[in-house]
């Protein structure tokens, strides 16, 4: 009460104006934020009163220490006029309206200084999300979240920030409310937000910030969204071809993760078992092309599915073919080509095989028709990857028939007594119902068992036959073959010849026999290869074997098989009397023979008659190793060629037992060895004397009177070698021509498969 009075004292005024009080410096407004340290500036001129500080118009003191506010002071000195407040330690009190005032003096008006208002802010607490520090949800369901900072002074502004730190600002609420103090606030921010898949194991972050800080204070919350599987489809190869075997493999992302699934092809289950995330499709084709396979997973949150369409790739096939079309000059028609590809078939129309010039590109060809536009239509049809296909269709005019006539139409030809066909052809559009024939004028009619009318009706036309049962002379004539249709009518003409059967059968049997001369001379020609080719081998390069004689046969299986080679040998003088250079047995005589043989281990060799008279020696033997042995006297004679012959023991070369042929051989007769005589005493040979065939054996002439009359004579020439005595001009004449050895004198025929051997002199 006592400070009350002496405030009013000092307030009043006193009658005597001395001097006037003024501030130099009066505090101004101030913000501060609990805890720092503030000062307000006030400074008196002239101060005669008494000066104190003010808070919200209550005073702190009229000492400089301001007892009883531990936190004030005045500072400065009395002397300057300097009386700042200093606060240290602002608190939340000190949110208020200060003033500096001099009290009045004796002649001295009080003055006031303006209100310095000091705010003081005051950080809110850190923020607190009132779902906790975790959220389990699932998706497309709409959660509330709750972000709370109380005690801030100013009141907090709250910001949500996504898993990004992007801040959200859509569906936010925010409420302010103010504390019983008057001056601190909470600050309440709701959030609404839809939950995803995107969302799980993300965190949102709620910021709180007021003045009193730079940096804003946050927590966090954990969302744990549950969702429905999320399905996608793969397939391997990734282009598919008819053929193919396609992989499917269902791969499937949720929370939970324990999940089953289900297989669709073309709306069809396929029951593979529910823990299956691969599905096989073994050798695709196009009746699958479009089918949709779907993948359907489940887990406890829901059920989700993804589906594929098949896209098979195959080569094309026509569905749809043009057909052939006929229709009247001007007449519009359309030419329909489908066909079923993938990828979608592209097409392109040519017409009369010209395919530099292409007349359509889509499935349908629409045509006026004239001259100039029938004919033969293609339609080519092609798919990416495979093999085009193309058909084609025929496009008519309809117009008169015309008869197909050309030279073997309009003469034809038949046997007397046989059955005869006279066909006739036409090209009509439209094709009439068939051909009338006519005979001397007078229809044929096919009523009766005599005639009998064929008709084969074409897309184009008819081919009308006409069938003549046992033909007579009066059937020989002229027809007529009429056609009529609704555009005109056109006639042909056929002439039925008699053909005489004997010029018919000439002609196969000509046909018949050329083709025998064809295949006889082919067989001769490789035969004559085949000892060409044995003739010219290397005698040198063949292993000599031995033969072994001892097994011959008795002189009654030798006389025997001599009989039978005097048969052949007969019938080929006969076949050379007729000039044939072929023998009957099928042996060329031009062909040259080299045997030799052995017996009772005596070299042996064919004695040699005169040229033209065939002689023939034959010995069985066993054959040792499959083949004919080189007997001992013929090692180290040399091998002597003359002509075509090839010998290499000149005793069986044909010069050496023919004086005649030795004369045009380059050496000497003294250069062979002398022929042996015996092997004529010991076996007996054919021989031709006075152009006939005899032989020394007793048998084959009856009697053993004619074998010792038939006997050859023999007489010593000047090179010791045997020659057969006869008067035969003609065979004497061919013993040479001009030195060289006909290739018909010798003539080898190989029977080592029978284990024989025989040489023709």
């Avoid at 995803?196 to 910021?207: A, G, Q, V």
């Avoid at 069985?620 to 290499?648: C, E, H």
């Avoid at 009856?702 to 050859?712: A, F, I, L, N, R």
Wanted: glycine content about 6%; overall charge negative.
């Amino acid at each position: 009460m006592h400070q009350m009075l002496h405030l009013m004292a000092f307030l009043l005024p006193t009658p005597v104006l001395l001097v006037e009080q003024r501030f130099l410096r009066e505090p101004p407004d101030q913000t501060a934020s609990v805890g720092e340290h503030v000062t307000l500036p006030c400074r008196v001129e002239n101060k005669m009163g008494n000066l104190q500080w003010t808070r919200d118009d209550f005073g702190l003191g009229l000492n400089r220490n301001l007892k009883g506010f531990d936190r004030y002071r005045m500072s400065g000195s009395d002397e300057e006029g300097d009386y700042t407040l200093d606060i240290d330690y602002v608190e939340l009190e000190d949110d208020a309206q200060f003033q500096c005032q001099v009290g009045a003096a004796p002649g001295v008006e009080p003055v006031r200084s303006r209100y310095a208002t000091l705010t003081v802010t005051v950080p809110p607490e850190s923020p607190q999300i009132i779902n906790g520090q975790v959220l389990r949800t699932q998706e497309d369901r709409m959660v509330t979240l709750e972000c709370v900072s109380r005690g801030g002074k100013p009141a907090a502004e709250i910001t949500w920030l996504d898993n990004f730190n992007i801040p959200i600002k859509k569906h936010i609420e925010t409420i302010v409310e103010t504390l019983p103090d008057g001056k601190r606030k909470n600050t309440k921010s709701i959030l609404k937000l839809m939950m995803k898949k995107s969302h799980h194991n993300t965190s949102l972050i709620c910021e709180a910030q007021n003045s009193a800080e730079s940096t804003p204070r946050k927590t966090s919350i954990l969302l744990q969204v549950e969702f429905a599987p999320k399905v996608r489809l793969e397939h391997t190869p990734g282009v598919m071809k008819e053929g193919d075997t396609v992989i499917f493999k269902c791969l499937a992302q949720s929370n939970p993760d324990t999940v089953t699934y289900q297989w669709f092809v073309g709306g069809k289950e396929q029951r593979l078992g529910e823990d299956v995330s691969v599905m096989v499709l073994p050798g695709v084709d196009r009746r699958s092309n479009g089918d949709i396979v779907k993948c359907r997973v489940r887990n406890r949150v829901g059920t989700s599915e993804e589906t594929h369409t098949l896209d098979i790739s195959y080569n094309p096939e026509f569905s749809i073919k043009p057909e052939d079309v006929a229709a009247d000059a001007g007449q519009e028609v359309s030419l329909v080509c489908e066909a079923d590809g993938n990828p979608s078939p592209s097409y392109r129309w040519f017409r009369n095989n010209d395919i530099t010039t292409v007349i359509g590109y889509s499935s349908n060809l629409t045509i006026f028709i004239s001259q100039s536009t029938i004919g033969t239509y293609t339609c080519h049809v092609s798919v990416k990857g495979y093999q085009s296909i193309q058909t084609t269709a025929q496009v008519y005019q309809k117009g008169p028939p015309k008869f197909l006539k050309t030279a073997e139409s309009s003469v034809q030809y038949g046997s007397l007594g046989e059955t005869v066909q006279l066909v006739c052809e036409a090209f009509s559009m439209p094709v009439p119902e068939g051909i009338v024939w006519k005979y001397n004028d007078y229809p044929v009619s096919s009523k009766t068992e005599h005639y009998q009318v064929i008709t084969q009706r074409k897309k184009d036309g008819l081919v009308s036959t006409l069938v003549i049962k046992d033909s007579a002379n009066s059937d020989y004539g002229l027809y007529n073959c009429s056609l009529r249709n609704a555009y005109g009518q056109d006639f042909h003409l056929v002439e039925l010849q008699r053909q005489d059967s004997s010029l018919l059968l000439l002609v196969l049997v000509g046909v018949v026999s050329g083709a025998i001369l064809i295949v006889a001379s082919l067989l001769v020609f490789l035969h004559w290869r085949r000892l060409r080719q044995k003739s010219c081998a290397d005698p040198d390069s063949v292993k000599t074997k031995q033969v072994d004689l001892n097994t011959l046969d008795s002189e009654e299986e030798y006389s025997s098989e001599q009989e039978d080679w005097l048969n052949t040998m007969q019938s080929t003088e006969q076949t050379h009397s007729n000039g044939s250079n072929q023998s009957k047995n099928g042996f060329h005589p031009s062909k040259p023979a080299n045997n030799s043989f052995h017996q009772n281990g005596e070299s042996h060799k064919e004695t040699q008659s005169p040229i033209g008279s065939p002689k023939q020696t034959l010995l069985r033997a066993n054959l040792l190793n499959g083949g004919v042995g080189r007997p001992s006297s013929m090692i180290g004679y040399p091998s002597i060629t003359a002509g075509d012959l090839n010998v290499t023991n000149p005793r069986y070369a044909a010069k050496y037992g023919n004086p005649y042929l030795r004369e045009s051989l380059a050496f000497s007769d003294s250069d062979f060895p002398p022929p042996p005589t015996q092997i004529l005493q010991s076996y007996p040979s054919p021989l031709i004397v006075g152009g006939q065939f005899h032989t020394t054996n007793p048998r084959a002439n009856g009697s053993p009177d004619t074998y010792h009359k038939q006997v050859p004579k023999f007489q010593t020439m000047p090179n010791n070698s045997p020659r057969i005595l006869q008067s035969n001009p003609p065979y004497q004449r061919e013993q040479t021509f001009n030195g060289a050895v006909p290739a018909h004198y010798i003539q080898a025929q190989d029977m080592l498969n029978n284990g024989r051997l025989a040489t023709h002199v």
